[in-house]
Every structure is written in C-alpha cells, then in structure tokens.
C-alpha cells in the first residue's frame, strides 16, 4: 500500500497549517518549497519568480519536489504539502506547456491515489509578500488544481473547513 499522501489546495486554504500539525502529532512531512525559492530569488535579485519566469520557477520547484519524494522514507506514512502534480496546474491556468523535464520528474513520482484537497476559503485567505495572487486568481488556482488531479486518476478527498485540529483528524481517519 502506497503511504505517500499530498494534501494540495489553492494558495491561502490552510494546507501548511495542517502539514505542520500532523508534524506534531508525529508523522513524516515534506515541507512546500515555493515560499523558500520565492524569498531566496527576492533576497538575491533572482527572476527565477513565478510572475517573472514561471517555467523556470516551476521547472526548479518540479525539481526539488521529485528529490524530496525520491528521498522521503517509503517505511512510514508521509504527508507532502503539494506535489509535482500540482506544476501542471499552475503551468495550465497561464497556457503554458509541461516542459519534458517536467514530464519526466512527474512519472518518477507515485503518490496514494487518495489526495487531501484544502478548498478555496474567502474567510482564511491572505496576501503576503510571497502569496501575490488576487482572489479571483487562487479561486482559478483551485479549480486547475482539482481538474488537473482528477484528470491524473486521482481521487480529491475535500477536507472540511473547520480548525486546523479538526481537520487533521479528519484526514488521518482516511488513511
């Protein structure tokens, strides 16, 4: 049995919050790299920025996500914040093409079919200095997240909008 579980979702919907919580209660977790790339490029003047050069942002998050799938423990249950499912989706909303790089990290990389979906949530949703999308925007990220998981074979296990706790729960009374 495939123990290697995404919680994935739309930027804002809670998706760390409930990473970071598992973390707590003892699983294995596999932090998003987005924000990291995205502050590093800031700091340093990079374009490597997805409202810069989004093929190459994502090509480097594909990148670093296969790694840390490729080196994630297969002897335990492991939760990632995102996958490399979710470069499609992120490409797609922009029109642009899955590079072959990208194509050929995602075939390397064999999630649970059972993904924990965090919905878009007006109530919770804030911009930040790395989180730059409008509303409208993240509400499009949502539906290309869900639409490209679902194209993939994947079944979207909606988590419910309640605490983070609450929510936790719900998803390890799934696994």
Not at 24 to 34: P, V, W
Not at 63 to 82: A, G, M, V, W
Not at 113 to 127: C, E, G, L, Q
Request: aromatic residues 10%; hydrophobic residues 35%.
């Amino acid at each position: 049995m495939n123990r290697k579980y995404i919680v994935t979702g739309a930027p804002g919907t809670g998706k760390t919050s409930v990473i970071n919580e598992l973390k707590k209660r003892g699983f294995h977790c596999i932090d998003e790299n987005s924000r990291e790339i995205i502050n590093d490029q800031i700091k340093n003047g990079g374009d490597i920025l997805p409202w810069k050069n989004q093929v190459a942002f994502e090509n480097k998050i594909i990148n670093l996500r296969t790694q840390q799938y490729l080196s994630s423990p297969d002897d335990c249950i492991c939760f990632f914040d995102r996958s490399v499912i979710d470069v499609i989706a992120y490409l797609k909303i922009n029109n642009l093409d899955v590079t072959p790089e990208i194509h050929n990290n995602i075939i390397k990389c064999n999630y649970n079919s059972r993904v924990f979906y965090a919905p878009f949530w007006k109530k919770i949703y804030k911009k930040d200095k790395e989180r730059k999308e409008e509303i409208e925007q993240a509400i499009k990220i949502d539906n290309a997240i869900k639409s490209v998981y679902q194209s993939n074979g994947y079944e979207m296990i909606e988590m419910p909008k309640i605490s983070i706790e609450e929510r936790t729960n719900f998803i390890i009374s799934k696994i």
